[in-house]
């Protein structure tokens, strides 16, 4: 069944069981996203950037999680919703290591276009800094993940539990601690993450990366 909605002014006819976010996406309207993905059945809402304001809710919603409804009145660039984006991300860039030149996502990264977009430098001015100085890891034959770049999220593990039925990778830690780890995988899935490469593809940012693409 498809419902109405409207969009900043514009009507939008689409499915009804799509996210605002979807909806939006699908018709052009971009709203800043990082840990939303098409086929993810529960997101999780991790990146708070997807701001919009909906007609009826008292503070502005994160498009992934709600549901587009018949009648629907959205505003995806309000100045709060701008706010609430510029801060998500000025908080994601606190506890980054922006090191663009010495970084294989250079040119080709998503908290690059979103900084471009919001139109804040990724090393605002006046920006608390709350990176902590954790080790690079390299104790997978194929992949070499780094903390201090990683947006926490979670499209590789996603991407890894549609390739293999379970995801080889996982966070542990929490909060600031929060870190993707290889613990537990065994030499022969070690083996099948040479031909498969799914984490790294989908990794918006330079936190997981192909060896052989680091040696280069
Ligand atoms: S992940 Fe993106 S913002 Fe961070 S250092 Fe790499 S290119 Fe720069
Ligand atoms: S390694 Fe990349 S894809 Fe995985 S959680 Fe970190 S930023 Fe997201
Ligand atoms: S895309 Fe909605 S919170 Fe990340």
Redesign the pocket.
Known sequence: MMVTIEVNGRQLTVKQNLSV?QACLENDIYIP????MEDMPH?P??????FVEVAGMQRPV???TVKVAPAMVVKTDTPAVRRLQRSGLRFLLSVHHVDCQNCPANKNCELQRLARFLKIGLKPKHLENHLQDIAIVENHAYLTYYPNRCVLCAKCIHACRMSHGHSLISFVGRGFNTSLSFAGICDFEQTACNTCRSCADICPVGALVLKTACER
């Open positions: 976010l996203n990082l840990c939303f997101p809402a991790s990146c708070r950037l997807c994160t498009s992934c």
